[in-house]
């Protein structure tokens, strides 16, 4: 593991605009051409993208840079995200319900970055948690298009719940950035 004084040379593997994470022809997410219609539309969309970026600043890692951690004493790391982004979903699936709440899935709290060791079954599985429990909330709040319903005993708004979605994404984005700077100099956008 480097120092922190040992900075790794600042790259992208864009070639068009180098100050790029990627060329704008190659970029999966959704940038170009007609906004989307609405507000349901225009949430999702942010929220897809914030999604794409997480896998973009995770892509071609492997586990222990995966695994590496930030700057003592913090855990934080890429797969630490990626597993704490699985169990966030699974406590939105709570706000919803008025039912039992849902066992978290990797135990006690914060076991979601501290269990994020150099382990590709952990990485693997972290990325199936993840997709796994998108779907689901996902599907859960598909239940209920009205934005301005009021779900679960906290009476949250499936608007509210939805920007909250997309806050969590994109701060954990820009976390996701600095980790990625410090593993091997790859900048993002």
């Not at 593997?13 to 190659?26: E, L, R």
């Not at 008025?98 to 269990?115: M, N, Q, S, T």
Request: aromatic letters at 6%; proline letters at 5%; hydrophobic letters at 35%.
């Amino acid at each position: 593991m480097e120092s922190m004084n040992d900075q790794p040379a600042r790259w992208t593997q864009a070639t068009v605009y180098p100050d790029m994470w990627t060329d704008p022809d190659k970029d999966p997410r959704n940038s170009e051409g007609v906004s989307p219609d609405g507000e349901q539309a225009t949430l999702d969309g942010y929220l897809t993208d914030y999604r794409l970026t997480l896998r973009m600043k995770c892509e071609g890692l492997d586990a222990e840079q995966m695994a590496r951690r930030s700057v003592s004493p913090s855990t934080m790391s890429l797969l630490g995200l990626v597993r704490h982004l699985a169990e966030v979903e699974r406590d939105w699936r709570n706000w919803i319900s008025g039912d039992e709440p849902l066992p978290k899935l990797y135990g006690k709290r914060d076991a979601d970055f501290d269990g994020a060791v150099a382990d590709k079954a952990v990485v693997d599985a972290a990325y199936a948690d993840l997709e796994r429990e998108q779907a689901a909330t996902d599907a859960a709040l598909a239940e209920h298009p009205d934005l301005g319903e009021r779900l679960g005993k906290d009476r949250i708004s499936v608007r509210e719940l939805l920007v909250h979605r997309v806050e969590e994404y994109a701060r954990h984005c820009g976390h996701a950035d600095l980790l990625r700077e410090c593993i091997d100099g790859r900048v993002g956008q």
